[in-house]
């Protein structure tokens, strides 16, 4: 019964890592999707379009971030679990929230924004900078989420 | 610097001389053309000579691809960085008496593909033939086979899997009078049946009637010989068309040496081309032209003494009117001219801004290393793009760019041994498993990870002086076109609010001396007073005032708060990049047999690393533009300009050295 609390911050953990990394693998596909048909009347313009297609990639890096730091913080990745009580398990859990749900839903929308960028470098390809940025713009709320999640965390510590 | 001045450039000269002064000034590349457009003047219509041109660059551009497809010649990735060949130009002119010669080289490469491609064609439509007749390749007799003196025969199908009692029975159900009917089956699917029916030549309409009454189809493809023969004939056909392939595919490859024709051949008419394109901007006369257009200042004067030596031309410079629509052309030195293509990513400067590239490109560098902040993977940039510059003549926009990863590669190396970031932890992890010592602190000022809020504080506090840094450009151009008091109103309260407010907040995160939080009250509240007071100057009415200094104070408070908040991923990315370095290295150090953890360590140290640089690398470039785009340059920036084109040899392949 004493280890709910870690119980909760692991479930955390794995929202983390679970919900973008959702959105991004569904972001990344969807931009794959709309670039697979420029690349397939003009190989050429692959390493832009990989670039965009990476773009909501970081969203999943951004959830596994969260959960290594959160694991290594209650001691699951060292091998020493912490005892931690309902309520820090409940904090710990918490602190997860931001970058879990903000960068699933990012990742996706990202990945929309991205898609019309695809549509920017088929038609004017030396435009690719302006695609990017404003793909970009998405992401920015992805990062404040991780940055309040890793802040909650530090301050569990 | 910076941005270039542009001049007027008028020259009239000597119809004659049109074409040698075109080639000159295509040579010199520092003329822009506007169109002249004037009733006085009679304009070429080189519309004509501009799409044969067009046609001719498409058939070496279609005889490249042909080349690239079937004989390729193998380059490194490195290698492909190399600019372009020189020549010289002696071989220039004699590649130009043979252009004609090169032309027709095309055209056979072209003629050899259509072959080839005909031939595939050929091979897919004998390959259909061959699997309509697989389904009588038991019949003996040809599938044309009419009958003898006697007998009528049918050649055909039936539909469904039927028995030859099945056949009989549907005839009979049909015509129960007729006779003599001899069925054979050739074969059999689900589908249908294909037959051949021999009956009387008495009953040959009867049994006609009957069989087209049960289903029976004569197949469209008739031949005069038996179906085992004509499949082997089939087969020697896709023979042929095989070896004709391969002899036009041979052909192609021994033709792998005209890559380098062909490749002039493509310059050559562009070149060409562009001439043609200005031509058609010139105003001619009985016996004069009129070239108008814009040259930049520092070249006007070679670009004169020039064409006056050798031609009879009155040229004239004048400075370009308030109005008129300048093109823009950047010029930096070393440190800042790598950032030029960013700046041109946003926009090129309009008439009234400054190239912002100088202002931005130290911040660029230092943020750049901020967010990447890896000691390691610093050096590997500098290492690579320092070989790259070396070692190949790489030209144009991507010479700066990897210019710009050199900078922010040291910029990187610089914030990583900050922090105490090789590898990730690397260090310690070596430390701690190998040699079983206690890791020194290679930090030179702090590990992030162990004092975050440190880091969001001074990247708040750069992103401050950045901001303030954009704000005082604006201080500085405002302050030029004369309107000083709305240059200092616009700066000055601004800045006190924002100097006063930032050790208030501050104090939310860690403890603020008691000295630095009253200055910053005070200064807080005549910012905002000021502010207040000033920012509705434009309005008359008192009211209007007071409420434009409300929406003002509003503006620079919700504005300036959103912005230096933005910085905050100057942390966020860093620490991405040091955490996931982390988990690389952690889970080489899995297993605890010393010599797996090391081998494992290697493997995962050389796949991990390359690929958590090259997505970070993506993330500090795109974040660290966009602190320039949106946060920097919104202060003072617009953006809109004109990129100057000017007549030129704008060539992709070739480069023509002068003796």
Same mark, same amino acid.
């Given at each position: 019964m004493n280890n709910y609390g870690l119980v909760l911050a692991i479930l955390g953990a794995i929202l983390a890592a679970l919900l973008p990394g959702i959105g991004s693998a569904r972001g990344v596909g969807m931009v794959g999707e709309a670039a697979g048909g420029v690349i397939s009347e003009d190989p050429s313009k692959f390493s832009k379009l990989l670039i965009l297609q990476l773009l909501p990639g970081t969203q999943g890096l951004y959830g596994l971030l969260t959960a290594v730091l959160e694991l290594s913080q209650i001691g699951i990745l060292g091998g020493d679990p912490v005892e931690l009580s309902l309520a820090r398990g409940l904090m710990y859990l918490i602190a997860c929230m931001p970058i879990a749900v903000v960068g699933y839903f990012s990742a996706i929308i990202q990945a929309r924004t991205a898609v019309t960028g695809v549509g920017i470098v088929a038609k004017k390809p030396d435009q690719n900078g302006k695609a990017i940025t404003m793909s970009a713009m998405v992401e920015t709320y992805a990062i404040l989420a991780l940055l309040v999640s890793i802040l909650a965390m530090n301050s569990l510590k | 610097m910076a941005k270039l001045l542009m001049q007027r450039i008028e020259i009239i000269a000597l119809l004659n001389d049109r074409k040698k002064i075109l080639e000159h000034l295509q040579l010199l590349g520092v003329v822009e053309f506007s169109d002249v457009q004037n009733e006085a003047f009679v304009k070429v219509n080189t519309s004509s000579y501009i799409s044969q041109y067009e046609k001719c660059i498409n058939t070496a551009t279609a005889a490249k691809d042909i080349l690239n497809k079937y004989a390729p010649i193998k380059k490194s990735l490195l290698a492909s960085l190399n600019g372009r060949r020189e020549i010289g130009v002696g071989e220039f002119l004699d590649n130009v008496d043979k252009r004609d010669f090169f032309l027709q080289n095309c055209y056979d490469l072209i003629s050899y593909e259509r072959v080839i491609n005909e031939n595939r064609a050929a091979i897919v439509r004998t390959q259909t033939l061959m699997d309509a007749l697989k389904i009588w390749l038991n019949l003996d007799i040809p599938m044309n086979f009419k009958g003898t003196k006697y007998t009528q025969c049918f050649i055909g199908v039936v539909p469904n899997q039927r028995t030859v009692s099945d056949i009989l029975e549907a005839i009979a159900r049909v015509n129960p009078k007729l006779e003599m009917i001899e069925i054979d089956i050739i074969s059999s699917s689900k589908e249908q049946n294909c037959i051949a029916v021999v009956c009387h030549k008495s009953v040959a309409d009867e049994t006609n009637e009957a069989l087209r009454q049960i289903g029976f189809v004569v197949p469209s493809e008739s031949y005069e010989q038996i179906p085992a023969e004509k499949m082997q004939q089939y087969e020697k056909d896709i023979e042929k068309y095989k070896n004709e392939i391969e002899e036009n595919i041979k052909k192609i490859k021994a033709s792998a040496d005209l890559i380098n024709e062909v490749e002039f051949l493509i310059d050559y008419f562009s070149i060409r081309k562009e001439k043609y394109q200005a031509l058609?901007?010139?105003?001619?006369?009985? %016996?004069?032209?009129?070239?108008?257009?814009?040259?930049?200042? =520092?070249?006007?004067?070679?670009?004169? /003494?020039?064409?006056?030596?050798?031609?009879?031309?009155?040229?004239?410079?004048?400075?370009?009117?308030?109005?008129? /629509?300048?093109?823009?052309?950047?010029?930096?030195?070393?440190?800042?001219?790598?950032?030029?293509?960013?700046?041109?990513?946003?926009?090129?400067?309009?008439? =009234?801004?400054? /190239?912002?590239?100088?202002?931005?490109?130290?911040?660029?560098?230092?943020?750049?290393?901020?967010?990447?902040?890896?000691?390691?993977?610093?050096?590997?940039?500098?290492?690579?793009?320092?070989?790259?510059?070396?070692?190949?003549?790489?030209?144009?926009?991507?010479?700066?760019?990897?210019?710009?990863?050199?900078?922010?590669?040291?910029?990187?190396?610089?914030?990583?041994?900050?922090?105490?970031?090789?590898?990730?932890?690397?260090?310690?992890?070596?430390?701690?498993?190998?040699?079983?010592?206690?890791?020194? %602190?290679?930090? #030179?000022?702090?590990?992030?990870?162990?004092?975050?809020?440190?880091? #969001?504080?001074?990247?708040?506090?750069?992103?401050?002086?950045?901001?303030?840094?954009?704000?005082?450009?604006?201080?500085?151009?405002?302050?030029?076109?004369?309107?000083?008091?709305?240059?200092?109103? /616009?700066?000055?309260?601004?800045?006190?609010?924002?100097?006063?407010?930032?050790?208030?907040?501050?104090?939310?995160?860690?403890?603020?001396?008691?000295?630095?939080?009253?200055?910053?009250?005070?200064?807080?509240?005549?910012? #905002?007073?000021?502010?207040?007071?000033?920012?509705?100057?434009?309005?008359?009415?008192?009211?209007?005032?007071?409420?434009?200094?409300?929406?003002?104070?509003?503006?620079?408070?919700?504005?300036?708060?959103?912005?230096?908040?933005?910085?905050?991923?100057?942390?966020?990315?860093?620490?991405?990049?040091?955490?996931?370095?982390?988990?690389?290295?952690?889970?080489?150090?899995?297993?605890?047999?010393?010599?797996?953890?090391?081998?494992?360590?290697?493997?995962?140290?050389?796949?991990?690393?390359?690929?958590?640089?090259?997505?970070?690398?993506?993330?500090?470039?795109?974040?660290? %533009?966009?602190?320039?785009?949106?946060?920097?340059?919104?202060?003072?920036?617009?953006?809109?300009?004109?990129?100057?084109?000017?007549?030129?040899?704008?060539?992709?392949?070739?480069?023509?050295?002068? %003796?």
């Amino acid at each position: 019964m004493n280890n709910y609390g870690l119980v909760l911050a692991i479930l955390g953990a794995i929202l983390a890592a679970l919900l973008p990394g959702i959105g991004s693998a569904r972001g990344v596909g969807m931009v794959g999707e709309a670039a697979g048909g420029v690349i397939s009347e003009d190989p050429s313009k692959f390493s832009k379009l990989l670039i965009l297609q990476l773009l909501p990639g970081t969203q999943g890096l951004y959830g596994l971030l969260t959960a290594v730091l959160e694991l290594s913080q209650i001691g699951i990745l060292g091998g020493d679990p912490v005892e931690l009580s309902l309520a820090r398990g409940l904090m710990y859990l918490i602190a997860c929230m931001p970058i879990a749900v903000v960068g699933y839903f990012s990742a996706i929308i990202q990945a929309r924004t991205a898609v019309t960028g695809v549509g920017i470098v088929a038609k004017k390809p030396d435009q690719n900078g302006k695609a990017i940025t404003m793909s970009a713009m998405v992401e920015t709320y992805a990062i404040l989420a991780l940055l309040v999640s890793i802040l909650a965390m530090n301050s569990l510590k | 610097m910076a941005k270039l001045l542009m001049q007027r450039i008028e020259i009239i000269a000597l119809l004659n001389d049109r074409k040698k002064i075109l080639e000159h000034l295509q040579l010199l590349g520092v003329v822009e053309f506007s169109d002249v457009q004037n009733e006085a003047f009679v304009k070429v219509n080189t519309s004509s000579y501009i799409s044969q041109y067009e046609k001719c660059i498409n058939t070496a551009t279609a005889a490249k691809d042909i080349l690239n497809k079937y004989a390729p010649i193998k380059k490194s990735l490195l290698a492909s960085l190399n600019g372009r060949r020189e020549i010289g130009v002696g071989e220039f002119l004699d590649n130009v008496d043979k252009r004609d010669f090169f032309l027709q080289n095309c055209y056979d490469l072209i003629s050899y593909e259509r072959v080839i491609n005909e031939n595939r064609a050929a091979i897919v439509r004998t390959q259909t033939l061959m699997d309509a007749l697989k389904i009588w390749l038991n019949l003996d007799i040809p599938m044309n086979f009419k009958g003898t003196k006697y007998t009528q025969c049918f050649i055909g199908v039936v539909p469904n899997q039927r028995t030859v009692s099945d056949i009989l029975e549907a005839i009979a159900r049909v015509n129960p009078k007729l006779e003599m009917i001899e069925i054979d089956i050739i074969s059999s699917s689900k589908e249908q049946n294909c037959i051949a029916v021999v009956c009387h030549k008495s009953v040959a309409d009867e049994t006609n009637e009957a069989l087209r009454q049960i289903g029976f189809v004569v197949p469209s493809e008739s031949y005069e010989q038996i179906p085992a023969e004509k499949m082997q004939q089939y087969e020697k056909d896709i023979e042929k068309y095989k070896n004709e392939i391969e002899e036009n595919i041979k052909k192609i490859k021994a033709s792998a040496d005209l890559i380098n024709e062909v490749e002039f051949l493509i310059d050559y008419f562009s070149i060409r081309k562009e001439k043609y394109q200005a031509l058609s901007k010139v105003g001619l006369t009985k %016996n004069t032209f009129i070239i108008r257009g814009y040259i930049p200042e =520092k070249y006007a004067k070679k670009c004169v /003494d020039e064409l006056e030596s050798k031609y009879t031309v009155a040229i004239s410079i004048t400075t370009p009117e308030e109005d008129e /629509d300048v093109p823009v052309l950047l010029e930096n030195g070393d440190f800042v001219s790598p950032v030029e293509p960013i700046t041109e990513m946003f926009a090129l400067p309009a008439k =009234k801004d400054i /190239d912002p590239s100088a202002v931005m490109a130290f911040f660029y560098y230092l943020f750049f290393g901020l967010m990447l902040s890896d000691a390691g993977y610093g050096v590997l940039m500098v290492i690579g793009t320092a070989i790259a510059l070396k070692k190949f003549s790489i030209e144009g926009p991507l010479r700066k760019t990897l210019k710009m990863f050199f900078y922010s590669g040291i910029s990187t190396v610089f914030w990583g041994a900050m922090f105490g970031s090789w590898f990730g932890d690397i260090v310690p992890i070596i430390y701690k498993q190998f040699l079983h010592a206690e890791p020194p %602190n290679i930090a #030179l000022w702090f590990e992030p990870i162990t004092d975050p809020m440190k880091l #969001l504080l001074f990247s708040f506090g750069l992103g401050i002086i950045h901001l303030f840094v954009g704000q005082a450009v604006s201080f500085k151009m405002t302050w030029d076109e004369g309107k000083k008091i709305d240059a200092v109103l /616009d700066t000055v309260p601004t800045y006190l609010f924002v100097l006063g407010v930032a050790p208030l907040a501050a104090g939310i995160l860690i403890s603020v001396p008691e000295t630095l939080s009253t200055v910053g009250k005070y200064l807080a509240l005549i910012g #905002l007073a000021l502010i207040i007071l000033t920012s509705g100057r434009k309005s008359k009415n008192i009211f209007a005032r007071f409420g434009g200094g409300i929406y003002g104070l509003y503006n620079i408070a919700s504005g300036y708060l959103s912005d230096i908040l933005s910085y905050s991923r100057l942390l966020a990315l860093g620490l991405a990049t040091g955490s996931i370095a982390g988990v690389i290295n952690l889970m080489g150090t899995m297993p605890t047999d010393p010599a797996a953890k090391a081998v494992l360590l290697v493997v995962v140290f050389l796949i991990g690393h390359p690929l958590n640089m090259a997505i970070n690398l993506l993330g500090a470039y795109v974040h660290t %533009n966009r602190l320039q785009f949106v946060e920097f340059f919104s202060k003072f920036y617009e953006g809109g300009g004109r990129a100057f084109s000017p007549l030129k040899a704008d060539t992709k392949y070739i480069k023509i050295k002068e %003796n």
